[in-house]
């Protein structure tokens, strides 16, 4: 299982409701290049983001599907991506000590299709640093929930 984390500075709540806009996905996403539809009730445990992953005219159309959900915490995924497999995705989101953000992890692990059969530290190597970029844009995304609005002064979402 890989195992990625990153300091945002924002609460939980911010950062979940990145997590609970489906579509928001395809610009955090490393990979993702288009949400295609987001079920209704998405993030809730059965509800599926469509996606379409990589460049076109040769995009790859699948689905993640939400497995378990604790809002402000947890989000459990299970993410398919065409024949190379699927992985189950763990984003657990706790808040710092001292107030000033959130510790967000994210555990990733091939749990079927071929890419099971890619050694652990090699799918490391591969993925390690796609998760750690996917983080940082979740990040900014969370931020910039918190920050105010242009010429309001207050806290909005853009």
């Given at each position: 299982?890989?195992?990625t984390?990153?300091?945002?500075?924002?609460?939980?709540?911010?950062?979940?409701?990145?997590?609970?806009?489906?579509?928001?996905?395809?610009?955090?996403?490393?990979?993702?290049?288009?949400?295609?539809?987001?079920?209704?009730?998405?993030?809730?445990?059965?509800?599926?983001?469509?996606?379409?992953?990589?460049?076109?005219?040769?995009?790859?159309?699948?689905?993640?599907?939400?497995?378990?959900?604790?809002p402000?915490?947890?989000?459990?995924?299970?993410?398919?991506?065409?024949?190379?497999?699927?992985?189950?995705?763990?984003?657990?989101?706790?808040?710092?000590?001292?107030?000033?953000?959130?510790?967000?992890?994210?555990?990733?692990?091939?749990?079927?299709?071929?890419?099971?059969?890619?050694?652990?530290?090699?799918?490391?190597?591969?993925?390690?640093?796609?998760?750690?970029?996917?983080?940082?844009?979740?990040?900014?995304?969370?931020?910039?929930?918190?920050?105010?609005s242009?010429?309001?002064?207050?806290?909005?979402?853009?």
């Amino acid at each position: 299982m890989m195992k990625t984390v990153h300091v945002v500075g924002t609460s939980p709540d911010n950062v979940f409701a990145v997590l609970a806009d489906g579509w928001s996905y395809a610009g955090w996403v490393v990979g993702n290049s288009h949400i295609r539809d987001v079920d209704e009730g998405w993030p809730s445990v059965g509800t599926r983001i469509h996606h379409s992953a990589g460049a076109w005219p040769t995009q790859i159309e699948d689905t993640t599907t939400v497995l378990a959900v604790e809002p402000g915490r947890l989000l459990e995924l299970e993410a398919h991506l065409w024949v190379l497999g699927t992985a189950k995705v763990r984003l657990t989101l706790s808040p710092l000590h001292n107030g000033t953000g959130t510790q967000v992890t994210m555990e990733e692990e091939v749990v079927g299709g071929p890419a099971r059969l890619v050694p652990a530290v090699v799918q490391g190597v591969l993925f390690g640093p796609r998760n750690k970029e996917s983080l940082a844009r979740l990040g900014d995304l969370a931020v910039g929930r918190d920050a105010p609005s242009p010429g309001t002064g207050e806290n909005e979402p853009r």
